[in-house]
């Protein structure tokens, strides 16, 4: 009895699913179609990675003796963007007008670029994505068994946080719902109140995101600018005045 022939997989798809899937991509990337959120960006460096690294792995001289695949993909993909192979927005003309070094008009180096920044959705993804994948990926019964441990030490170590700072509130003559509110729930959340006076919004980072507190500042600084105009203008017209003076003297 024969056996049956094993399939060639492209991560870990059949290999013809996977070059539907590649050739699709391909076509919307270089017509400028590819949706420039995490769905294309991801897809676009599944297909060339995936490809780039079965030309490493394949490669005799590259497998064996300068890395495999991880090098050609890191190679490989900095040389097609050093020689123009990626849709990229070469420059910005002094009247706005965008220059790009492919007729579909597509920035695909900059989405991806802009993607991985600390600004971008990347770090969000791959947090949700690690946590989520770690409790997924565990046995169940043993996830059972872990919780019924954890929580109650979780929410113990919560219920004890709340009542000693409730408690220095309450020495100290704060208030303990207002520490509660303002202290101890923001804290345990990751944020802190604003410092700013008469905002009493939440802000991460050292950042309030309020649109109060964005305006007040945006006002404080239109202010401090024209004070700074006024006096320079003051100075101006003293220093102006100071040589009529002597000479009339």
């Known amino acids: 009895m024969s056996e049956k022939k094993e399939t060639y997989k492209l991560f870990n798809l059949p290999w013809y699913y996977f070059a539907i899937f590649a050739v699709v991509v391909l076509i919307a990337t270089y017509t400028g179609n590819l949706p420039k959120g995490m769905s294309g960006c991801f897809a676009?460096?599944?297909?060339?990675?995936?490809?780039?690294?079965?030309?490493?792995?394949?490669?005799?001289?590259?497998?064996s003796y300068l890395g495999g695949g991880a090098i050609v993909v890191l190679f490989g993909t900095a040389l097609l963007n050093y020689f123009n192979l990626l849709p990229a927005l070469t420059e910005t003309l002094e009247d706005g007008t965008k220059v790009y070094n492919m007729a579909c008009n597509f920035d695909l180096v900059g989405n991806i670029t802009s993607f991985f920044q600390p600004t971008g959705a990347f770090l969000d993804f791959y947090i949700a994505a690690l946590i989520t994948g770690s409790i997924l990926g565990m046995n169940s019964t043993l996830l059972k068994k872990a919780a019924a441990r954890y929580f109650p030490a979780i929410f113990g170590g919560l219920i004890l946080s709340f009542a000693l700072c409730m408690g220095a509130a309450a020495i100290m003559g704060y208030g303990t719902i207002k520490a509660l509110?303002?202290?101890?729930?923001?804290?345990?959340?990751?944020?802190?109140?604003?410092?700013?006076?008469?905002?009493?919004?939440?802000?991460?980072?050292l950042h309030c995101f309020c649109r109060y507190h964005r305006q007040g500042h945006r006002q404080q600084d239109v202010e401090r600018s024209r004070r700074a105009d006024a006096g320079g203008q003051r100075r101006s017209q003293g220093a102006g005045d100071q040589p009529r003076d002597a000479g009339q003297a």
């Open 44 to 63: 676009f460096m599944i297909v060339l990675g995936t490809i780039l690294y079965e030309i490493g792995e394949k490669t005799p001289i590259i497998r």
């Open 181 to 205: 509110l303002l202290i101890a729930l923001p804290i345990i959340g990751g944020s802190h109140l604003c410092d700013d006076a008469g905002c009493r919004h939440w802000q991460r980072d």
